[in-house]
């Protein structure tokens, strides 16, 4: 009879009907066929709530756990004394047997020294500390494998990656009030209220003897990220400063809420890393103005262009030049930098959710990024003049290396497919070839530029001059 | 729990404080400097609720204070392994929750949160049953079982 020996549970009584019928009743009458679903489902239980066993010491008097045990005693003996009962069976002595292994605590964290599994001292250092959650929290290496895969199953639901940003010159920028010049006093009067932080974006906070401003457009840029991206501050300020940046960005705690790492929170000095970010690698995105703190992690990396408001910050670059508080304007809205990157962003969200056809969970945001970045200069062909210093080896100036990450082809001679020419000076030999073999002429700001705002830029805005260096 | 519990503590008194204000002031000072505090033995101390007994003060070579031993009884509260006992959500997040009952910091791991209760992200990060009748997100009360502590002289964990 087909029924019969298709059922998987019975191999040795399949050839009569009788006898399967014989087998279910036997089963049915020791009572234990309900039982025995339950206790498949609990020896499951047992698994996952040993450790609950563990935690109560001696004390008994949780009702599950009560339960189980009792059943599990059943079985063991029933298992021993029927005779043709098949696969069952082995199946509750096998769970058995697994629950009685895992009274032993992984430890998967702790929290005050104590395990936050079985409550058990801890005092060892393994794992990472997550200080920027709760004061006292540390978890372990496989407790954070877990967690990064779980989240990121959460996220892929909700079509959400990871993005962390830097707060100082990418997002603001904040200066010591001793710092001021004199001709940025007048922005004392100008400060926004602290009362109602949603509207301002000049602040003035005595209490911390700084100033900061943030930058055009962030409030939309946030708004509209956090729909595609966990966002995660990082900041080499310390946690006090983290914290007031934070409320003044997010005062609601909708965008960011226990996610503000300071340097007092990262395992290295002076790097920032991703160990303390509980997301997946291949799922982070990170905004950051300086590419030396992510030495890990460059794949990863946006590189923004910085925002100099106050005086003090082009000061402390090096640049000469007024900044954008004294010359009393400021950076652009719709065409500034957060603006464009809020593009690319919208670009790469969408390539990543949209159009990889392999599974989720092995599509790598790394791999999107550099196929975004090369489809800004793509079709293009270069050759450098006069900006390499002699006796450089071409290909590993930065320069070369940012044009071809972003599509371009790079080269050292002229040649009829050469589109643009770099250069410094207007008067070298190539420069004056590319003039007569009419091609672009451009100041390597153009490729800087065009990496910034990732988009091709238009090549009459970077011309060069004759003669002098530059 | 909370015990009520007799201690004792020698109590320094500068002289300023002598006179037909001596008890007073004693007893001011000590709650002042007891309340409040955490002792590894004893735990928190919450209220001072009588003085039982001020020994003779006696005064100290060299300087003018004098030192009292004072027996005083108290209110305490210490938080033991196995206890179950209410606390109110501060935080929530995928690692668990955090929650406070007076001055203890608790935090429950989702590992020993019920497996039928999920983890939900948003605004108001919360665990909730599948079928949405109970919900743990900041501010609700929750009663939960203690499975290690720890108190160190300036907090209970």
């Known amino acids: ?470 | 729990m909370f015990f009520h519990i007799v201690l004792e503590r020698n109590m320094q008194l500068h002289p300023r404080h002598f006179g037909r204000n001596l008890r007073e002031n004693l007893v001011s000072k000590l709650m002042k400097d007891v309340e409040g505090t955490c002792s590894g033995r004893h735990g928190f101390v919450v209220a001072i609720t009588g003085i039982e007994n001020v020994g003779k003060g006696l005064i100290r070579d060299g300087t003018g204070f004098v030192t009292f031993p004072v027996k005083y009884q108290c209110v305490v509260f210490r938080p033991f392994k196995g206890e179950v006992l209410e606390a109110v959500v501060t935080m929530v997040n995928k690692m668990g929750f955090f929650a406070e009952a007076g001055p203890v910091q608790i935090f429950v791991s989702n590992h020993l949160i019920p497996d039928d209760m999920e983890f939900q992200s948003g605004d108001m990060p919360n665990y909730t049953t599948s079928d949405g009748s109970v919900k743990i997100q900041k501010d609700s009360e929750v009663r939960l079982k203690i499975i290690g502590t720890r108190v160190d002289a300036t907090e209970i964990v």
Request: glycine share 6%; proline share 3%; aromatic share 8%.
């Open chain 1, 1 to 470: 009879m087909s029924l019969v020996t298709d059922s998987p549970v019975h191999s040795s009584s399949s050839d009569d009907f009788a006898a399967l019928l014989d087998a279910e009743l036997e089963v049915g009458s020791s009572g234990s066929s309900p039982d025995e679903e339950d206790v498949e489902a609990d020896g499951d239980n047992n698994n996952d709530n040993n450790d609950d066993d563990d935690d109560d010491d001696d004390d008994l008097d949780s009702q599950r756990n009560k339960r189980c045990k009792t059943e599990k005693l059943e079985d063991l003996e029933e298992s021993q004394g029927s005779t043709s009962q098949g696969l069952i069976e082995d199946k509750i002595v096998i769970h058995a047997e697994l629950s009685l292994k895992k009274d032993i605590c992984t430890h998967p964290g702790s929290f005050g020294q104590m395990c936050i599994l079985c409550g058990q001292r801890l005092d060892d250092e393994s794992g990472v500390t997550f200080g920027y959650i709760h004061k006292g929290l540390r978890l372990g290496n496989d407790e954070i494998v877990r967690l990064r895969s779980t989240d990121m199953k959460n996220l892929l639901r909700h079509k959400k990656l990871y993005l962390v940003l830097d707060l100082d010159h990418t997002l603001l920028n904040s200066t010591q009030l001793m710092h001021l010049t004199p001709d940025e006093e007048y922005l004392k009067g100008q400060s926004d209220s602290l009362q109602d932080v949603s509207r301002g974006s000049l602040f003035m906070l005595d209490f911390m003897h700084m100033m900061t401003k943030l930058r055009p457009f962030v409030r939309t840029f946030l708004k509209e990220a956090s729909e595609m991206f966990e966002m995660y501050i990082y900041t080499m300020g310390d946690r006090p400063y983290a914290l007031e940046m934070a409320k003044l960005l997010d005062p609601r705690r909708e965008y960011f809420s226990d996610r503000v790492i300071s340097r007092d929170d990262g395992t290295q000095k002076h790097q920032k890393g991703l160990d303390v970010v509980l997301g997946q690698e291949s799922a982070v995105v990170i905004l950051d103005d300086t590419e030396n703190a992510w030495m890990k992690h460059k794949d990863n990396l946006i590189l923004m262009e910085r925002y100099h408001y106050f005086a003090s910050s082009c000061h402390q670059f090096g640049y000469k030049c007024k900044s954008l508080s004294q010359l009393k304007s400021d950076e652009s809205e719709p065409d500034g930098a957060l603006a464009s990157v809020l593009k690319a962003l919208r670009q790469i969200h969408h390539m990543f959710f949209d159009e990889l056809d392999c599974n989720l969970a092995s599509r790598d945001v790394r791999q999107v990024l550099k196929t975004v970045r090369e489809e800004v200069l793509k079709g293009c062909k270069i050759v450098f003049s006069h900006v390499f210093p002699t006796n450089f080896p071409a290909e590993s100036h930065p320069l070369w290396k940012m044009a071809e990450q972003l599509g371009a082809t790079c080269s050292t001679e002229t040649d009829l497919s050469v589109t643009h020419v770099v250069s410094t000076d207007a008067g070298t030999e190539k420069s004056r070839w590319a003039v007569k073999e009419k091609k672009f002429l451009v100041h390597p700001r153009w490729i800087e530029a065009t990496n910034y705002l990732w988009q091709k830029q238009p090549e009459e805005n970077f011309p060069v001059s004759q003669g002098k260096n530059q």
